[in-house]
């Protein structure tokens, strides 16, 4: 089994759709959970961090499930500027933080 | 206050040249990593520093390949002996300690000719 698993895509949306993403990760120690965005040509940036009680922001909202060791976006109300590959990344202990390979979304007007 | 940097942002050489690229990190991160991704690929994990200890070199593609840092500093990622192959963008990114979230730079698009 990968370290940190995601469904590659592309998922194609229209503007206002909700969308989710899942990613499940082999560790059960891990304790750090993460989203990150990158755009195309571009670096990855932090979208969010992922609690153990769940968090939201904005439109966003992000959910731990320690015991099916999954972790999950949720992307309300979608926007052409959503448009991004999402990254799914999870701490292991002694070494550095394991990157997903991505998810990629395409909002469309 | 200032990002992560690397320079050059772009490389062209040539097959069997070696190439030095540099990171700084943000102020204050004891942790770095160096990252290569190809075209249309996800992040390729290549080294990790964490203050003083002993790098994690476990993503090395190759002998080819080494990365230095000093202290909490500067890095530089070397590449001998170049192959069409190497060809990716390398990105650097710190963060405040191994479990925290990370930084990255814009990286360097290395094009091996």
């Known amino acids: 089994r990968k370290e940190v698993e995601q469904d590659p895509g592309p998922f194609n949306v229209p503007e206002g759709a909700t969308v989710a993403f899942n990613c499940t990760y082999s560790?059960?120690?891990?304790?750090?959970f993460f989203w990150y965005r990158q755009d195309c040509r571009k670096e990855p940036k932090l979208l969010m961090s992922?609690?153990?009680s769940g968090n939201e922001d904005g439109r966003f909202t992000a959910q731990l499930n320690r015991a099916s060791q999954y972790i999950s976006l949720l992307i309300r109300d979608s926007k052409l500027s959503d448009s991004a590959t999402y990254l799914c990344?999870?701490?292991?202990?002694?070494?550095?933080?394991?990157f997903g390979k991505g998810t990629t979304l395409s909002v469309s007007s | 206050g200032a990002g992560v940097s690397q320079s050059p942002s772009n490389k062209v050489t040539e097959k069997g040249k070696d190439v030095e690229l540099r990171c700084d990190p943000i102020?204050?991160?004891?942790?770095l990593y160096w990252y290569r991704q190809r075209l249309g690929q996800g992040l390729e994990f290549l080294i990790y520093?964490?203050?003083?200890?002993?790098?994690?070199k476990s993503g090395l593609p190759s002998d080819r390949f080494s990365a230095e840092r000093t202290g909490e500093s500067v890095s530089t990622l070397t590449i001998q002996r170049t192959q069409q192959e190497d060809s990716a963008v390398y990105l650097c990114?710190?963060?405040?300690?191994?479990?925290?979230?990370?930084?990255f730079g814009p990286g360097t698009r290395l094009t091996v000719l």
């Open positions: 990114a710190s963060s405040l300690s191994r479990d925290n979230e990370q930084f």
């Open positions: 560790n059960s120690a891990s304790q750090s």
């Open positions: 992922v609690y153990s």
């Open positions: 990344v999870v701490n292991q202990a002694g070494t550095a933080l394991i």
């Open positions: 102020s204050g991160h004891t942790a």
């Open positions: 520093f964490q203050g003083n200890s002993a790098p994690d």
